[in-house]
């Protein structure tokens, strides 16, 4: 019996693995399509509007070289992933208790619903010129007394609390409406049962109903992410911007430099991939060490 079933445990492992690759090489298909057109349409010196996969290539090859004068591709990368984590932090600190409580008391919702459906649909974007107007391009360098670090080239000087508090806007509501969807979908059978065993509110709504209301808080939070990365690429390439890949973007197609701009666009697609990729491997953790604690 032993044998069977660990047998049967190198089985599915090893079917996991190949459907797992099988997947990646899919996945791939279609970028090598594209890659292929691209360099069939760029070869043979005919570079009319798209530079070659080579010259992008060799951009992306040297991430910590000096583009433009404006710093490289790693540091404006940096900027707009640091941003992002600050804005989408306090987001989840905001969203998923304001999720829980809306999605366990109804008083809550009723109190809380009106002002989330009518500030929702408001795009972050558009909030950009109140965030300037309210906080004035300070940056946390000034709000922490850091005067000596202002003339210097320090990621401090590029939080501004304009485009965190924008970056908030974006990623809260996806992270609100995700948890209070997954508490509501509870099944009641199962805060049935808890009752019956003797678990109190507390008791149930931390053993029950939040782990049940995982996989929704974590599709809130994904989506809440890529809500946020796009915020950022767009804030950075409005003007008034001076950093951060949006920004390197929008530069370097102001000087004709479409090597540089198609180069920060891939980092833009790579980095909202492994956010989401991230995520969902954290959301698939937590669904495991679940079925473990059972």
């Known amino acids: 019996m032993k044998r069977t079933a660990a047998a049967t445990k190198g089985s599915l492992l090893s079917r996991g693995l190949s459907g797992g690759f099988a997947g990646v090489l899919q996945g791939l298909l279609l970028p090598a399509l594209l890659l292929l057109v691209w360099t069939l349409s760029t070869g043979g010196g005919r570079e009319t509007l798209f530079p070659s996969p080579g010259r992008v290539f060799s951009v992306l090859a040297h991430p910590a070289t000096d583009l433009l004068s404006q710093g490289s591709i790693a540091w404006s990368a940096f900027v707009s992933v640091s941003r992002v984590m600050v804005g989408f932090s306090i987001a989840v600190l905001a969203g998923i208790p304001l999720g829980l409580l809306m999605g366990a008391y109804g008083c809550f919702r009723r109190f809380l619903s009106l002002i989330v459906e009518m500030a929702r649909p408001l795009s972050a974007i558009a909030l950009l010129p109140l965030s300037i107007m309210v906080f004035r391009a300070r940056t946390l360098t000034q709000v922490l007394g850091l005067e000596e670090l202002v003339y210097r080239r320090h ?128 959301g698939e953790g937590s669904l495991v060490l679940r079925s473990r604690e059972r």
């Open 155 to 282: 990621i401090l000087n590029e939080l501004q609390l304009g485009m965190v508090f924008i970056l908030f806007w974006g990623g809260v509501f996806p992270i609100i409406l995700g948890t209070m969807q997954g508490v509501r979908s509870v099944r009641k059978l199962h805060l049935e049962a808890a009752r019956i065993l003797g678990a109190g509110k507390l008791l149930t709504f931390t053993r029950v109903v939040v782990p049940s209301a995982l996989p929704d808080i974590f599709h809130g939070l994904r989506m809440g992410i890529g809500r946020c990365w796009m915020v950022i690429v767009a804030a950075e390439m409005l003007p008034g911007a001076n950093s951060g890949i949006g920004y390197m973007i929008r530069y370097s197609y102001q000087l004709s430099r479409y090597d540089v701009m198609l180069a920060s666009i891939m980092v833009v697609a790579l980095i909202g991939a492994l956010f989401s990729r991230g995520l969902e491997a954290l």
